[in-house]
């Protein structure tokens, strides 16, 4: 049987180096792309693009088509993230009613398997100093943020399928950055604005961040060993924000940020930060959320996923290096 991977999201960072990378490996891919998105351009040649949207059941079903010789893995990677304090309905549907949409096409459809790109912000925290393993119970309430809500819900919903006959796997990767970001991340921002001289103050905290081609290796690997009704958590180590700046330093050459806002006045700052970005269309530095997320449990196992598929992850200033490089080639510092 001939297999084709099916990737939503492939416009997003995660998506688009899941695509490429399996389209270099000789796989054959199909690309789910909304209308217009500019990011069509940087997928491989033999990737196979279709326009669609996981809010409209109708346009996904020339993505899904195929032959009794053909099996499809689908790896959904579409969805929104988002660090803002405000709720956002469009970031819910999409989380939500999209991997609904998606799960449907794949019953509908009768494919091999559905990967389903969760996020740690998924999984319950604990208490300060814990361990955060895999878990297969998943709850808004359990969660803090609309975005993690909404990722509880739909994993909640997903791992279910496996009951309903649908070979499915989660993986729950961590803060991603790395090189080709085509769009705005939150870490492609805050290195951008170090390296425009526009960081001068920073905040205690920090979090778990995973170098994007790790994730996605780990995610192709996952669709080729997982078994259904499995979850892999995808990160790497903790990195303070005043790490990640330091290691700017020394990538760059640039003076180091020595300043320190108290997380008291950050929090009180932070709707105007958001208004500030908001209004140059730009990803905001820090938010009421995103402050939280500095200042929450993020000590994750990857030990499952090191165990069961062979999962790596490479020096976080490796990372660092690649992404300053790759953004400097785009002229975009």
């Given at each position: 049987m001939k297999e084709i991977y099916l990737v939503t999201g492939a416009a997003g960072h995660l998506g688009n180096v899941i695509a490429n990378t399996l389209a270099l490996s000789g796989e054959e891919v199909r690309a789910l792309l909304l209308e217009k998105d500019k990011a069509i351009s940087y997928l491989e040649d033999t990737v196979t693009?279709?326009?669609?949207?996981?809010?409209?059941?109708?346009?996904?079903?020339?993505?899904?088509?195929?032959?009794?010789?053909?099996?499809?893995?689908?790896?959904?990677?579409?969805?929104?993230?988002?660090?803002?304090?405000?709720y956002q309905q469009k970031a819910h549907d999409v989380n939500v009613f999209g991997t609904m949409n998606i799960v449907e096409q794949c019953h509908r459809h009768h494919v091999?398997?559905?990967?389903?790109?969760?996020?740690?912000?998924?999984?319950?925290?604990?208490?300060?100093?814990?361990?955060?393993?895999?878990?297969?119970?998943?709850?808004?309430?359990l969660v803090s943020g609309h975005y993690a809500k909404s990722k509880a819900e739909a994993t909640d919903y997903v791992l279910k399928q496996a009951h309903e006959g649908l070979h499915v796997t989660v993986l729950h990767p961590s803060g991603i950055c790395g090189p080709c970001d085509y769009g705005n991340g939150h870490t492609n921002q805050l290195i951008i604005d170090y390296c425009k001289g526009r960081l001068v103050s920073s905040v205690v905290g920090g979090y778990d961040f995973v170098d994007v081609r790790d994730v996605a290796h780990g995610v192709i690997t996952a669709s080729k060993k997982a078994?259904?009704?499995?979850?892999?958590?995808?990160?790497?180590?903790?990195?303070?924000?005043?790490?990640?700046?330091?290691?700017?330093?020394?990538?760059?050459?640039?003076?180091?940020?020595?300043?320190?806002?108290?997380?008291?006045?950050?929090?009180?700052?932070?709707?105007?930060?958001?208004?500030?970005?908001?209004?140059?269309?730009?990803?905001p530095l820090y938010t009421a959320?995103?402050?939280?997320?500095?200042?929450?449990?993020?000590?994750?196992?990857?030990?499952?996923?090191?165990?069961?598929?062979?999962?790596?992850?490479?020096?976080?200033?490796?990372?660092?290096?690649?992404?300053?490089?790759?953004?400097?080639?785009?002229?975009?510092?």
């Open positions: 693009k279709f326009i669609g949207d996981v809010l409209d059941p109708e346009s996904l079903s020339p993505f899904f088509e195929h032959s009794d010789q053909e099996e499809l893995i689908v790896i959904h990677c579409a969805g929104i993230v988002s660090i803002s304090s405000a091999k398997k559905l990967i389903y790109i969760s996020s740690v912000h998924a999984i319950s925290e604990g208490e300060k100093g814990s361990i955060i393993q895999e878990t297969n119970r998943f709850h808004p309430d078994g259904s009704g499995e979850c892999y958590i995808l990160s790497n180590r903790y990195v303070s924000v005043k790490e990640f700046l330091d290691l700017l330093s020394e990538i760059t050459g640039r003076k180091r940020v020595k300043n320190k806002i108290p997380m008291w006045f950050a929090k009180v700052t932070a709707p105007v930060s958001e208004l500030y970005y908001k209004i140059r269309q730009q990803t959320y995103s402050l939280y997320t500095l200042s929450s449990n993020s000590d994750f196992s990857h030990e499952k996923a090191d165990r069961e598929l062979a999962y790596t992850v490479r020096p976080f200033k490796q990372t660092l290096q690649d992404t300053v490089s790759w953004l400097k080639k785009q002229r975009r510092i």
